[in-house]
Structures are given as structure tokens and as C-alpha cells.
């Protein structure tokens, strides 16, 4: 299926139905007095967080969504029904911004979140709701409001707690297969990975992490070259990034510390926050590396790259320290969960103060 992260959309609450002017007609029942019922409320449009969708597909060839209206009030005292709602699922980590303005207004971040995303316009009165004492055979009515139209942009920015980036061909679809269940495909040429891919790392029974994958980065990214830029806004929400580099590139004349800064500073131009977030190094492919010579190669990498953070050194194809970094990864992951959920201190000067 064609990975699709952005769509717009038009959609339109159902309108209310239009209240009814309406006498009671009865034998013996000369003045039997107004009978004319509301109208109903037009439909709803709701928009649900389903897991089991990963992309936004569905709403690039289907882009208006329309609800019902209500119907019309009837004599007899009888209200119109209410229109019948839709509801539009879409992936978790979906954002739901005004595509005039800009302005965000929803996120879809838990599995199951059910939002209002237009509101269905409710129904005119009935002529019966205008009876009073001075005002015994009124012929009132109002019609029915319009429902909500609103023309929306939807993004996409995946959920995972771990974000991969690097230069293509740095091994990072097959770091990914080695420690998840995600099956990325898997070649010797760069730009393999065409769009982000997800992956659950099982640590134990109940300890896992989830953890994306996206097209490799070069040099310019930011302004619009190859492929990752269009999937950097993916590891907005990761807790860390692994920044993966190929050991030992084809070509000798590729500098591996050269490519490294270039990622870097690609983030740094893109998203300021982005480039802020805990990073890890991870060197791949040192056993393509002769044992020997492994040792002054990662040192001299460090110290160009002046690099003062976690180090972890592994081959994602023999998954020779896999491991320990996924052990890493899970404690880090696990921590920052953990200083999420800790309750507030509340400064003991205002402990009275809060409302019981």
C-alpha cells in the first residue's frame, strides 16, 4: 500500500431539518390548537483513532465527506429524526489542522480518541413550541440551522519512542529487521527505504518500544533533496534518535565524520527541536571492519566528530551489540515514561488552596 502522511478534506455536518406549521384536525375539535413537531438534528461528523491503520490513503481519492440532515417536524406533534452521523478513521498520530489557516485542531494520539470534528445543525421549532396564553393558534416556525463546513489538512507524524536517521544505505532497514518485527526491504543500493516503517522491539515479556525507520537523509534535505525530508516531521514525537553511520562505506573516498556533520546539520535547519532531542550514536557495520583495526577507527571517529555523548558500536547484519544498545534504548525509554507519570510537586505555601 502507497505510504501516505498529508490529505485534505471537505467535509459538512448534516443541516437541521425545518420545524412544521401544523394544526390538530378532529372530529368535534374545532380549535384542537398547534401540532407541528421540530425538526431533527442533522448528523454529526466524528473522527476515530484506529491502530490499525498507518497511513492517510484512504482520504487522498475520497476527499468529501458529507452527514446527513434531519428531518423536517410533521403534524401530530411528531419531531423529525435526527440525521445520521459518519465517522472517519483515521491513523494514530493524525493531526487535524484548518487548511486555509493553518491552525491545528485536533490530535488523534491514543488508540480509540473520538473527536467532533463538525457539528451537525440542529433543528427548527415546530409551531407548537410558540403557543402561549395571547397566542392560541400561532404560525410560527424556524428553519433549521446549517451544519458545520470545514475544509481540514491531515498529517500524519507517526508514534514511536525511537527515531532512526543516517545517510542511505547506512543499514538502518536492517538494524530495524534485526531487532523488530518489521520487515523493511532490504538492498545494497541507496534509497531502498521509500517510506517510514514501524517496528515493536520486544525487550521481555511485557517490556517493548516501538521504533521508525525513515528514508535516509543527504545533504540539502532540508531545502527539498531526496527523499527524508518528507518524513522528518516523524520523529517529532520519538523520546530519542539513533544516528546511524555506515563504518564502512563502498566508496574510500567517503568520509564517513563528513557525512555524520551532514545529517546533523540537517537537523539543525530543519526543526530546532528536532535537532535538541537526546541523540545516540550508533557506528554500524564494523564487521566488515578487521577486529584489529576496530578499536582506532571508532576513536578517531569520536574525536573528529567531537562527539561527547553514548557511543554504541554494532553490525546490524551479524547483530553483534544489538543487544546491549535495545537494553539501552528500553531503560531510556522507559525512563523518561516514568518522569512523565510522576506526580506534581505542589509548593506547600498553596497546598490549601487547591479545591477539594
Not at 434531519?70 to 491513523?91: N, Q, R, V, Y
Not at 523493511?184 to 520486544?202: C, E, S
Not at 543487544?323 to 490549601?352: C, K, M, N, T, W
Request: one cysteine or more.
Amino acid at each position: 500500500m502507497k505510504f501516505v502522511d498529508e490529505a485534505f478534506i471537505d467535509i459538512a455536518a448534516g443541516d437541521g431539518g425545518n420545524g412544521c406549521v401544523s394544526f390538530r384536525h378532529e372530529k368535534y375539535k374545532e380549535f384542537g390548537g398547534p401540532n407541528g413537531g421540530d425538526g431533527g438534528r442533522g448528523g454529526h461528523v466524528f473522527a476515530v483513532a484506529d491502530p490499525n491503520l498507518n497511513t492517510l490513503v484512504d482520504f487522498r481519492y475520497s476527499r468529501r465527506h458529507e452527514a446527513k440532515r434531519g428531518e423536517h417536524g410533521m403534524g401530530s406533534d411528531m419531531f423529525g429524526a435526527a440525521g445520521d452521523d459518519i465517522t472517519l478513521k483515521m491513523p494514530v498520530g493524525t493531526i487535524i489542522s484548518d487548511a486555509e489557516t493553518g491552525e491545528v485542531l485536533y490530535e488523534l494520539l491514543n488508540p480509540g480518541d473520538v473527536i467532533t470534528i463538525a457539528k451537525g445543525g440542529d433543528g427548527g421549532f415546530g409551531n407548537m413550541r410558540f403557543k402561549s396564553a395571547i397566542n392560541r393558534a400561532p404560525r410560527q416556525k424556524t428553519p433549521g440551522w446549517p451544519g458545520e463546513r470545514k475544509n481540514l489538512k491531515l498529517e500524519l507524524k507517526v508514534l514511536a519512542d525511537v527515531g532512526l536517521l543516517g545517510m542511505p544505505n547506512a543499514g538502518k532497514s536492517t538494524f530495524i529487521a534485526a531487532v523488530s518485527n518489521a520487515r523493511p526491504k532490504i538492498a545494497d543500493y541507496p534509497f531502498t527505504t521509500l517510506h517510514p516503517n514501524l517496528g515493536v522491539v520486544r525487550v521481555a515479556a511485557e517490556q517493548s518500544f516501538v521504533i521508525a525507520d525513515i528514508p535516509g537523509l543527504i545533504e540539502g534535505a532540508s531545502e527539498g533533496a531526496g527523499l527524508g525530508h518528507q518524513f522528518l516531521r516523524h520523529l517529532q514525537r520519538t523520546r530519542l534518535l539513533l544516528h546511524v553511520v555506515d563504518m564502512a562505506p563502498f566508496d574510500d573516498a567517503v568520509d564517513p565524520v563528513a557525512q555524520a556533520k551532514a545529517i546533523v546539520e540537517e537537523l539543525r535547519k530543519y526543526d530546532a527541536a528536532l535537532h535538541s532531542k537526546p541523540r545516540w550514536l550508533v557506528l554500524n557495520k564494523l564487521d566488515m571492519v578487521p577486529a584489529q583495526d576496530r578499536a582506532a577507527l571508532v576513536k578517531d571517529f569520536v574525536k573528529r566528530f567531537k562527539w561527547k555523548g553514548p557511543v554504541f558500536e554494532i553490525s546490524a547484519l551479524t547483530r553483534e551489540g544489538c543487544e546491549s544498545l535495545i537494553h539501552a534504548i528500553y531503560q531510556h525509554v522507559r525512563a523518561e515514561q516514568q518522569a512523565l507519570a510522576a506526580p506534581v510537586e505542589v509548593d506547600p505555601r498553596f497546598a490549601g488552596d487547591a479545591p477539594e
